[in-house]
């Protein structure tokens, strides 16, 4: 596994734009709920997403998956507008893998077997689901745990298998919504260490949306703070963190990263 540092700041050679937001706007009725948000998020980048519940976060996740529509703005996959493409078009053409905050698995299938349901909606071939369920488990660490269903798991053993369901059709992009709530401490840092090593040896492009400042900076190369519906702030977490709007909006004056 990777070590984590204290920050994980990255030079791309390719800054090939994989995801791109072009003034995007979304209410609910005459609730805001972005204004004008435009971001891109490049190839092989781990980006993230700060701010506090309910700011807008999961749904930019949803806009971006399709089960969303905005009401205003451009959203461009691999440089390709994707406003009118349904939600299993998206994830089949461009390989989008989402991890949700909650649930995401079958709670009374073992593991072994919500691999299995999900691999034969995403792989045609019966003889590559079996060697993709084979290598997720012992990538994962979970051969001990493939008979157990999935509501006796632990946090840790259920985020794994949930992270371990999107990734059984190689997507390109994978989307991890609140991936640190409510887990503990060396729980997050194994999460941590997931992250980093799924950017490194697969060159997937990872976006993690959070609350939680100190565990989504530790793995990310640029993070965006959303605040009134806005992006406030968009940065390196070196610099993010000293960024005056940041620090008067979400960070406040006394956030240290330690």
Known sequence: MAIIKKFRIKSFKKNNTLIEF???????????????????????????????????KSTIFNIITGLIKPNAGI???SNECVNEYPV??????FKVGFVPQYGGCFNDLTLHDNLKAISEIVIDDKNSRNERINFLISKFELDNLKDIKAKFLSGGQRKKLVIALALLSKPKVLLLDE?????????????QEIIVNLQQ???ITICI????????LACVDKAMIL???????????GNLINDINARKAYFGDSFKFN
Do not use: W
Not at 88 to 93: D, G, S
Not at 186 to 191: A, D, N
Not at 209 to 216: E, G, N, P, V, Y
Not at 227 to 237: F, G, L, M, R, V
């Open 75 to 77: 959203i461009k996959i």
């Open 227 to 237: 605040s009134n519906c806005k992006i406030i702030a968009e940065d390196t977490p």
């Open 179 to 191: 991936c640190f709530a409510a887990l503990d401490i060396m729980t997050i840092k194994m999460l």
């Open 201 to 203: 040896e697969y060159n």
């Open 209 to 216: 949306c959070d609350h939680q400042a100190r565990d989504l």
């Open 22 to 56: 072009e003034n995007v706007s979304l209410s609910y009725g005459k609730r805001l709920i972005l204004d004008n948000v435009s971001f891109k998020i490049n190839e092989g980048q781990i980006f993230g997403m700060l701010g506090p519940n309910g700011v807008g």
């Open 88 to 93: 299993y078009l998206r994830t089949k053409k």
